[in-house]
């Protein structure tokens, strides 16, 4: 990669990481505001090094790894900027599998945003969609199968890929979904300790990262670089915790602008799966503009 698509590529990756755990954010703040100085502090260093390097550095390597088996561990790692030939063909057989489940993820996931979620409606037509979110199941249902009818025409390991990504989704939805249920007991206090709370947190913040670590690849199969995008975006939002949480609130369409970004990462991963190669820069300078557009918006609102 030149240098350019590797600055663009990062700056994608640390922008998209932020906007899109903003709502990690702001669980981590309120209930971290129930808690002793002294389990903030922990939280707040030991858990930025659970959250950059072993949920946001492990897991990009072992998706790599599972879906590329042959590379063994050093070579999921460091493939992308192996010049082997042989690597290079490795990558190639295998990231069909891996970018068309990321890409059913990240549909489904802004689709049910966008049906089921509550939400500040930043464009025309999203208070008709939320009106009508039974529709959700029907529309993610009718892409899943559409999608599995052309895979199994090109490789049926395609649509194996394609499964994968929905039980994905519903997964850590469900996760998600506990999570929230559990939000106002911690605020509460009720009677869970400290570093009961950590935990949980850390159960939280691995569920939100799951979203950020897929979209990732619609940026670039390099787990270093990755690593070092969603990395830089884990510590920014760790930042957004401590000192300006209530300030990034007032920016009511940041998460809009996440949703979207992270729709038009979906389809590309889609649309790559199957062939049509889309240029690096363009998942970068898609979320960039995006997330930039209802940056924009929201400050007006302000």
């Given at each position: 990669?030149?240098i350019?698509?590797?600055v663009?590529?990062?700056?994608g990756l640390i922008?998209?990481?932020t906007?899109s755990?903003?709502?990690?954010?702001?669980?981590?703040?309120?209930?971290?505001s129930?808690?002793?100085?002294?389990?903030?502090k922990?939280f707040?260093?030991?858990g930025l090094?659970?959250?950059?390097?072993?949920?946001?550095?492990m897991l990009?390597w072992?998706?790599?790894?599972a879906?590329?088996?042959?590379?063994?561990?050093?070579?999921?790692?460091t493939a992308t900027?192996?010049?082997?030939?042989a690597?290079?063909?490795v990558?190639?057989?295998?990231s069909p599998f891996?970018?068309?489940g990321?890409?059913?993820?990240?549909?489904f996931?802004f689709f049910?945003?966008?049906?089921i979620?509550a939400?500040n409606?930043?464009?025309?037509g999203?208070r008709f969609?939320?009106?009508h979110?039974?529709?959700?199941f029907?529309?993610?249902?009718i892409i899943l199968?559409?999608?599995?009818w052309?895979a199994?025409k090109?490789n049926p390991?395609?649509?194996?890929g394609a499964v994968?990504g929905?039980?994905?989704f519903f997964?850590?939805h469900g996760?998600k979904?506990?999570a929230?249920?559990h939000e106002?007991?911690?605020?509460?206090?009720g009677s869970?300790?400290?570093?009961s709370?950590?935990l949980y947190?850390?159960?939280?913040?691995?569920?939100?990262s799951?979203?950020g670590v897929v979209?990732?690849?619609a940026f670039?199969?390099?787990?270093?670089?990755?690593?070092i995008?969603?990395?830089i975006g884990?510590?920014?939002?760790?930042?957004?915790?401590?000192?300006?949480?209530?300030?990034?609130?007032r920016?009511?369409?940041?998460?809009n602008g996440a949703?979207?970004?992270i729709?038009?990462?979906?389809?590309?991963?889609?649309?790559?799966s199957f062939?049509?190669?889309?240029?690096?820069?363009?998942?970068?300078v898609?979320t960039?503009?995006?997330?930039g557009?209802f940056?924009?918006?929201?400050?007006k609102c302000?």
């Amino acid at each position: 990669m030149e240098i350019f698509s590797i600055v663009l590529t990062i700056v994608g990756l640390i922008i998209f990481e932020t906007i899109s755990s903003i709502d990690n954010a702001v669980i981590n703040a309120e209930v971290l505001s129930t808690m002793s100085q002294r389990a903030r502090k922990w939280f707040l260093f030991y858990g930025l090094f659970f959250a950059v390097f072993v949920v946001r550095g492990m897991l990009p390597w072992i998706i790599v790894w599972a879906t590329s088996p042959t590379l063994g561990a050093v070579g999921a790692l460091t493939a992308t900027f192996s010049n082997d030939p042989a690597i290079a063909k490795v990558i190639d057989e295998s990231s069909p599998f891996l970018l068309v489940g990321g890409g059913i993820f990240l549909i489904f996931l802004f689709f049910h945003w966008l049906f089921i979620e509550a939400k500040n409606y930043g464009l025309r037509g999203e208070r008709f969609f939320h009106k009508h979110g039974v529709w959700f199941f029907a529309i993610v249902s009718i892409i899943l199968t559409v999608v599995v009818w052309f895979a199994l025409k090109k490789n049926p390991f395609m649509a194996l890929g394609a499964v994968v990504g929905s039980t994905a989704f519903f997964i850590t939805h469900g996760f998600k979904q506990n999570a929230e249920l559990h939000e106002k007991e911690l605020i509460g206090g009720g009677s869970m300790s400290d570093w009961s709370k950590i935990l949980y947190l850390e159960v939280i913040d691995a569920t939100f990262s799951i979203d950020g670590v897929v979209g990732a690849f619609a940026f670039t199969l390099s787990v270093p670089l990755i690593l070092i995008g969603n990395g830089i975006g884990a510590f920014v939002v760790r930042e957004l915790t401590i000192s300006n949480i209530d300030r990034v609130k007032r920016y009511i369409y940041l998460k809009n602008g996440a949703m979207y970004s992270i729709f038009f990462l979906g389809i590309i991963m889609v649309l790559d799966s199957f062939g049509y190669h889309i240029k690096e820069w363009v998942s970068p300078v898609i979320t960039i503009s995006v997330i930039g557009y209802f940056f924009y918006k929201s400050r007006k609102c302000l």
